[in-house]
């Protein structure tokens, strides 16, 4: 789940999210607000913000030769936004965007449907701003490869002012986003950015923006808390038994102990510290053991193939078991 949270959060949405009120519900040019220095101030003064970036965000269709497929064109600062979603690490082939060039980068299962190649020219039609036509041809400087499927399918990013040019939305933002700073507190930003930006935005989490995921995280893990309980229960059991034969097996050592004049609370003092012993000596060897194991498939993750695979994608999951 926390590789499901960082996918979302890194990959596009960020902690939080400012739209103009009712972007949300119908996500439309016509719902962008302008541009301005002043806004962006007011967002990045919210306690705990690290980062925040402009956005601009339509869809239209990708073709290339006699293939076609609908993507979302986003518009970025590409300075400001690898700090939100890091998408210059991500970069599997070509260079990432600097607004310099007509370049764009997409998502290799995107540039897989459609045929391209680095280098190769992209064809984007769509509805600009009030209705005006969209037309533009890009070449391809770069192939992203991204945590959320979804993204990978859909996602072609070109620099903010080439896509205010493509939609005739000049001066315009759909949105604004930010990351929190480590161990900050998301709802307490959101709640000042509400009352700093006034009635005319909209100020959500990421959790509001994608409820059906924060329902299916928080519905799993009180499933999994049921089983945890259920498997310390066996564990102590298996414990308790193991120290229990362990004993038994010592009861003529004992006897012998109790003739020579040993006391019983000190025998018990003794048996109790042995199996502490016991015990901290294999938590501390399982420790030791199990810990190189665990970094290197914390580094390089067992990857889900097949269908398995194709059912994780299904349900927005990277098809990896981190």
């Known amino acids: 789940f926390n590789n499901l949270v960082r996918n979302i959060v890194s990959a596009y ?12 519900d ?10 301005s220095q002043e806004t962006m101030a007011i967002l990045r003064s919210a306690d705990g913000l690290a980062h925040a970036a402009p956005r601009l965000e ?28 890091g998408w210059d690490q991500r970069i599997s082939e070509g260079r990432y965007i600097d607004g310099k060039q007509e370049t764009v980068m997409m998502g290799e299962r995107l540039a897989e449907r459609l045929d391209i190649r680095l280098g190769d020219t992209v064809i984007l039609i769509g509805q600009g701003y009030h209705g005006s036509t969209a037309a533009g041809k890009y070449r391809v400087g770069a192939l992203m490869h991204l945590g959320s499927p979804q993204l990978n399918e859909r996602l072609l990013v070109m620099p903010l002012p080439m896509a205010q040019q493509f939609l005739s939305a000049d001066s315009l933002l759909t949105s604004m986003v930010a990351v929190m700073r480590d161990g900050e507190d998301m709802d307490k930003a959101a709640a000042q950015l509400r009352s700093r930006m006034g009635s005319q935005f909209e100020t959500l989490t990421w959790e509001q923006i994608m409820p059906e995921v924060k329902q299916h995280i928080e519905t799993d893990t009180r499933n999994m808390r049921v089983v945890q309980w259920i498997l310390y229960v066996l564990i102590s059991f298996g414990i308790f038994s193991t120290l229990l034969i362990m004993m038994v097996e010592r009861r003529f050592e004992t006897g012998m102990l109790l003739a020579l004049g040993m006391s019983k609370p000190r025998i018990q003092v ?10 901290m000596l294999g938590s501390v060897a399982g420790i030791t053991l199990s810990v190189p194991v665990v970094w290197y498939l914390h580094a390089r993750p067992i990857r889900i193939t097949g269908e398995a695979a194709s059912a994780y994608e299904r349900f927005g999951f990277e098809p990896i078991f981190p």
């Open 58 to 85: 339509a869809f239209a269709l990708a073709s290339s030769g006699n293939k076609t497929k609908g993507c979302m064109v986003l518009g970025i600062d590409p300075a400001a936004e690898q700090q939100i979603t």
């Open 26 to 35: 119908e996500q439309i040019l016509d719902n962008s607000f302008p541009q």
């Open 13 to 24: 949405t960020g902690h939080l999210q400012v739209h103009r009120k009712g972007y949300q």
């Open 270 to 279: 003794l048996m109790i510290l042995e199996s502490l012993m016991t015990v």
